[in-house]
């Protein structure tokens, strides 16, 4: 069975090559696809109960993607959040996972260990 993913990306050529590379490398169902926070927080309750995976960028058009992090602290234990970004420092993975991230990962580096930990849930 599919997980039910929200993808918050900005970028439409990451988006569509991020889209691509989820189809062929995980089994993620992207149900929604958002470019801006009051978009992706949108999304998240348009689909409160149905998705299990977000995957979100922290530079989003208008906004950041913490404050996505702070509107789904309180999302069910079954719903994770997943920060796949260009700014993975240190101070910047901290944050992340105080405001309630699963995991942390740099776009540019560690796409190989993005992909695994989308499929671990997949697992679970």
């Known amino acids: 069975m599919s997980i039910p993913t929200i993808l918050e990306e900005d970028c439409k050529a990451i988006s569509d090559n991020l ?7 995980t089994d993620v169902q992207v149900i929604a696809v958002a470019e801006t926070p ?11 109960g149905q998705w299990e995976l977000m995957i979100l960028d922290l530079f989003l058009k208008d906004g950041t993607g913490l404050n996505v992090l702070e509107a789904c602290r309180n999302r069910l234990p079954h719903q994770h959040i997943v920060v796949l970004t260009s700014m993975a420092t240190p101070q910047m993975r901290r944050q992340c996972l105080k405001l309630g991230a699963d995991a942390v ?20």
């Not at 889209?19 to 490398?25: G, N, P, T, V």
């Not at 990962?105 to 679970?124: G, P, V």
């Open 38 to 48: 009051t978009a992706a927080i949108a999304a998240t309750l348009q689909y409160a």
């Open 19 to 25: 889209l691509l590379a989820l189809d062929e490398l």
């Open 105 to 124: 990962y740099d776009k540019s580096k560690e796409l190989e260990q993005f992909f695994e930990r989308c499929n671990l849930y997949h697992a679970t």
